[in-house]
C-alpha cells in the first residue's frame, strides 16, 4: 500500500432509511449506515478519515483518506456528525447561492460544522457547468464564493470543486491566482501528496450502491476496480463533449429512471 498515494472520495448527500431524500441526486446518496460503514474500514485500514484542506495545511500526517461532500444538502450534518465519532473531518464544498434555501445546509449549520472541525469550501456561487461561462463568468464564480463564504464564515477558502465536474479552460490557473491552492476535480485518480500548492486533486465518486468493500479496495489501490472506475470516466466525459450538458443530462435522468424501474 502506498502512502504517497491518497485516495480522496467525494459523497454528496446521506439518506436515513426508510424515506428518501430531498432535493438530492438518489444516484449518488448514501444511507447513513453505509457511510458509518465505509469510516469503520477507513480506520479498520489504519487510516484517518480527514478533510483535503487539513492535509495541506498539514495538520494531519498520518496515513489518509481523503474525504469530500459536494452541494451542502442538509442530511451533510449528520455526515459531520459520524465523521467526528470516527475522529475525522472533511471539506464541504458549497454554493452561496443556495445555502439555506431549500434542503441546503443553512450558515448558522455551516457555522456549527465548522467549529466542530469541518472544512467549508467553495462549489462556485451557483451550481453553473463552468464548461458553459465566459472566462470571465468563471472567474466571477470563483470570486464571489470565496469572499462570501469567508465573510459569513470568518475562514479561509483554499479549495474549489467544479460543480458536476466541468472543468473550465486553465481553470487551475484561475483558481491559484484567486487565492485558492486547489482544485478537487472529478477526474478518477489518486492523489500524488507531495506537490500542496497549485495542485488538481483527481477524486473518486462514491453511489448509493458503493460497498465498504469497494473503499477498501480504493484504499488497498487493489484489484482492477480503479483502472475501471477510470475507463468509466474516459468514457463518460466523452459523451458530454459529444452530447453537450443538457442533452447528456435528460438522456442521464432518463437512463436513470429506466433502471430504478428494473
Not at 500526517?61 to 449528520?78: I, L, Q
Not at 470543486?161 to 491559484?176: I, Y
Request: with cysteine; hydrophobic share 40%.
Amino acid at each position: 500500500m502506498n502512502h504517497a498515494l491518497v485516495p480522496v472520495l467525494m459523497y454528496h448527500a446521506v439518506s436515513q432509511p426508510p424515506g428518501p431524500v430531498e432535493e438530492a441526486d438518489e444516484h449518488y446518496c448514501v444511507t447513513r449506515g453505509r457511510f458509518a460503514a465505509h469510516l469503520t474500514t477507513i480506520r479498520a485500514r489504519g487510516r484517518v478519515p480527514s478533510s483535503v484542506s487539513r492535509v495541506l495545511e498539514g495538520q494531519v500526517r498520518d496515513p489518509v483518506v481523503g474525504v469530500t461532500f459536494d452541494d451542502g444538502h442538509e442530511s451533510n450534518a449528520w455526515a459531520a456528525g459520524d465523521l467526528l465519532s470516527h475522529g475525522g473531518s472533511a471539506d464541504f464544498f458549497v454554493n452561496p447561492s443556495t445555502v439555506g434555501r431549500g434542503r441546503h445546509l443553512s450558515w448558522g449549520a455551516l457555522r456549527d460544522m465548522a467549529a466542530e472541525g469541518m472544512s467549508i469550501q467553495s462549489h462556485g456561487q451557483h451550481h453553473r457547468y463552468l464548461d458553459e461561462l465566459a472566462p470571465s463568468e468563471v472567474e466571477q464564480e470563483l470570486r464571489q464564493s470565496k469572499w462570501e463564504i469567508e465573510d459569513r464564515l470568518g475562514l479561509a477558502v483554499t479549495l474549489f470543486a467544479p460543480p458536476g465536474g466541468r472543468m473550465s479552460r486553465d481553470l487551475l490557473e484561475t483558481a491559484v491566482r484567486l487565492g485558492y491552492r486547489a482544485v478537487c476535480s472529478s477526474r478518477v485518480g489518486l492523489w500524488r501528496r507531495g506537490r500542496e500548492q497549485g495542485v488538481e486533486i483527481p477524486r473518486l465518486a462514491v453511489l448509493h450502491s458503493t460497498t465498504e468493500r469497494q473503499v477498501d479496495r480504493w484504499i488497498t489501490q487493489g484489484g482492477w476496480e480503479l483502472r475501471a472506475m477510470e475507463l468509466r470516466y474516459q468514457v463518460l466525459s466523452a459523451a458530454k463533449r459529444a452530447l453537450g450538458n443538457s442533452r447528456y443530462e435528460r438522456l442521464r435522468r432518463a437512463a436513470l429512471a429506466v433502471r430504478g424501474r428494473l
